[in-house]
């Protein structure tokens, strides 16, 4: 069964702070990772990995992946009060020929003023 | 953002009726997705499709089913809704469906079984 593990499952921080959220998985045929961010709607599209060792980048928010150990991680420096979200990873699984995302349970992140 | 919408966007009914959720989309991108989103469970997948008629079962299927007659529309069908079905049902698109496609999320229908 494929599993996308994600932690911690929650953490609070000060604005400013440095956090980094872990996402390991277990993925049949495993060929990429996506981070999303989930304020009070819909999950939006951060970054998607599918190299070892390359970071991507978009502002303060930073991910890499490690095919190795079977993990990612996403860094989000000087934390802003808009970075309060729950943060998704996922993992595309092979079903046959038809793609599906597994879901890690996300981390919620709140950033204190 | 992606050209997706979800009609009602909240619902409440009562355990015992059907219940019909729609995705509209206007990317033209064949796979289209169900999900719900429940506290402790994050996002699970209901069904999929990857054309029109060609629907198949996600992991938490039991309960509900899918129809998809055109490009653009994707139905979730409670057929006697119960209360664990009360949850936040996401509709998502992508173009093909490959391991470098991204899913795009709809804005959510909150569903809530009496």
């Known amino acids: 069964e494929d599993k996308v593990v994600q932690s911690p499952l929650s953490l609070v921080v000060h604005e400013g702070d440095t956090v980094t959220l872990n996402c390991s998985y277990e993925?049949?045929?495993?060929?990429?990772l996506l981070w999303y961010k989930q304020e009070k709607k819909a999950p939006t599209f951060l970054f998607m990995l599918?190299?070892?060792?390359i970071e991507k980048k978009s502002g303060r928010l930073s991910s890499i992946l490690d095919k190795k150990e079977l993990f990612s991680i996403l860094n989000i420096t000087a934390t802003q009060t808009g970075d309060s979200a729950v943060y998704l990873c996922?993992?595309?699984?092979?079903?046959?020929?038809?793609?599906?995302?597994?879901f890690g349970k996300g981390t919620l992140l709140t950033v204190n003023p | 953002d992606a050209g997706i919408t979800q009609s009602p966007r909240h619902k409440v009914t009562e355990t015992g009726t059907p219940v019909t959720l729609r995705c509209h989309q206007t990317?033209?991108?064949?796979?289209m997705y169900w999900y719900r989103q429940d506290p402790g469970h994050g996002l699970r997948l209901i069904h999929y499709?990857?054309?029109?008629?060609?629907?198949d079962k996600g992991e938490v299927s039991d309960g509900y089913s899918v129809s998809r007659s055109k490009t653009e529309d994707f139905l979730l069908t409670l057929e006697s809704a119960t209360s664990s079905q009360t949850s936040v049902y996401f509709c998502a698109i992508s173009p093909s469906g490959g391991y470098t496609d991204t899913q795009y999320f709809g804005p959510g229908t909150r569903l809530t079984v009496l």
């Open positions: 499709s990857y054309g029109v008629k060609d629907t």
């Open positions: 996922a993992a595309p699984n092979s079903g046959g020929s038809n793609y599906k995302l597994t």
């Open positions: 993925v049949t045929n495993f060929r990429s």
């Open positions: 990317e033209n991108h064949r796979y």
């Open positions: 599918t190299s070892s060792g």
